[in-house]
């Protein structure tokens, strides 16, 4: 003969079943940053430096440089609705402050490629501080 289950009991596996459901959803709102980050990213910068005296030479100034980045995967999802037949929530890995940083380019020649040693020149990039998953947008 089958034991008939109490209300006790009914409550219990509801209360465990809401616990489960809880947890995972708490799990996968954390986890919505967990893989964007900041890291390293190695560019070339190039810039055309033109002199304010016209008597001066026009010269393109490089270099190897390492900035910040962000960079990670974040949650995305499309579920069914009601209203619109398709809800979409994308998120991107994007930056949430920013810093100026001034950056020397070392290598310097003329149009026609005659390096100039000694002479450099500064440029200000704009590279993150911080990153977080956000809310894709365009």
Do not use: W
Request: charged share 25%; net charge positive.
């Amino acid at each position: 003969m089958p034991r008939k289950r109490t209300s006790a009991h009914v409550t219990h596996t509801s209360a465990l079943r809401l616990l489960i459901v809880f947890t995972t959803l708490s799990l996968i709102v954390e986890s919505k940053d967990a893989g964007c980050k900041i890291k390293p990213y190695k560019m070339e910068l190039k810039r055309k430096v033109v002199p304010f005296d016209n008597d001066l030479e026009v010269l393109i100034c490089l270099g190897n440089v390492t900035l910040a980045s962000c960079e990670g995967q974040c949650v995305s999802e499309t579920t069914p609705s009601v209203l619109s037949g398709m809800e979409k929530k994308c998120h991107c890995c994007r930056e949430t402050k920013v810093q100026e940083r001034k950056v020397y380019l070392s290598e310097c020649h003329t149009l026609d490629g005659v390096m100039r040693p000694g002479k450099g020149h500064s440029v200000i990039v704009t590279e993150p501080v911080h990153c977080r998953c956000q809310q894709c947008t365009g």
